[in-house]
């Protein structure tokens, strides 16, 4: 199992990025997957969520109306579209992939031991 991050790097508040996640090694397709980010001496906040199909999404309070996760199951691979970056957004950011017990709202994709693989994460900096 593989997971690989790029797309981060520095923006000025009010950007954009977009990171992908390209998957190899398992059936992409059929498995929930995760964006969670890691800000300096913080640990880790869960971010967004798509299930399988890419039919239900689930994001943090903080980022609703900004960022967008979606999935190209045909391709492997896992985005996650973030406008309106604020300072407060920098951190390093991970894919990861779901294992836990999939229910109805997004409270079992907020508990990092649900999770049994993670990409080495690409940073992301918001800063003027």
């Known amino acids: 199992v593989q997971l690989v991050e790029s797309g981060g790097g520095m923006v000025q508040p009010g950007g954009s990025l977009r990171l992908s996640c390209a998957a190899s090694g398992f059936s992409f397709s059929s498995y929930d997957m995760s964006w969670v980010r890691q800000a300096p001496g913080k640990g880790p906040e869960w971010v967004s969520a798509i299930w399988t199909g890419g039919d239900n999404t689930y994001y943090t309070d903080s980022v609703k109306g900004r960022f967008t996760i979606s999935r190209d199951n045909a391709k492997n691979t896992l985005y996650l579209q973030m406008n309106s970056l604020k300072p407060e957004d920098t951190a390093l950011y991970y894919c990861?992939?779901?294992?836990?017990?999939?229910?109805?709202?997004?409270?079992?994709?907020?508990?990092?031991?649900?999770?049994?693989?993670w990409g080495q994460g690409t940073q992301v900096t918001v800063s003027s």
């Open positions: 990861a992939r779901f294992s836990g017990p999939r229910y109805s709202g997004s409270y079992y994709y907020t508990v990092p031991g649900n999770y049994d693989y």
